[in-house]
């Protein structure tokens, strides 16, 4: 037919009322069948992945019972060499007056590049997902480090150096006011440090 030579799809006609199948010869090209290889739906089943098997027939099953004219799949699809490729498969079923379904057109793509594509995509976003989720691990544990050294370096020093002017101020009590002096002024160090670690902490607001 016109539509047979106008297309690079498999085109195949599907006579319900004694299972014979009719494909054009993008049969051959897409898949290295020849016509007559596979001419019945039982032979076009059996080329279907196991994996794929009962979801494809469950749906094109439920089509026919129910009435639904237009049916499409994707699935793998067994060639002549065992090889297996992604195809994109659809098909326009005709009812009878009294709705009983008596034939299938359709029209199979080879879709197997464009699903390795897909894949390749889809790794990528993955790959990209993982430096970005790692790149933050990196971040955060680079500012728990950072904020670990001030406190050991600043805060802890300060709160050392308090602890032994309130010392000196319990046991010499001629320099208790200039020890209360020095070590509220330590502490008012402190909180401002804790208060500047703090803010480091809480992420900018959007409304800034």
Known sequence: ??????????????????????????????????????????????????????????????????????????????????????????????????NQPYRIIGAMQDVTEINKLQQSLNNERIKKQKELTNATIEGQEKERTEIGRELHDNINQLLTATKLYLDVGVTQPAMKDEMIKRSAENLTLCMEEIRRLSSSLVPPSLDA
């Open 1 to 98: 037919s016109d539509l047979s030579k106008a297309t690079n799809d498999a085109i195949w006609d599907w006579n319900l009322e004694n299972d014979e199948v009719y494909w054009n010869n993008e049969i051959k090209v897409l898949f290295g069948y020849n016509a007559e290889d596979i001419v019945t739906g039982v032979k076009w089943k059996e080329l279907i992945h196991p994996n794929d098997f009962k979801r494809v027939t469950k749906k094109i099953v439920y089509h026919i019972k129910n009435g639904i004219q237009n049916w499409q799949d994707e699935y793998r699809f067994r060639c002549a060499d065992n090889m297996y490729k992604y195809v994109f498969n659809r098909g326009f079923i005709l009812f009878k007056n009294n």
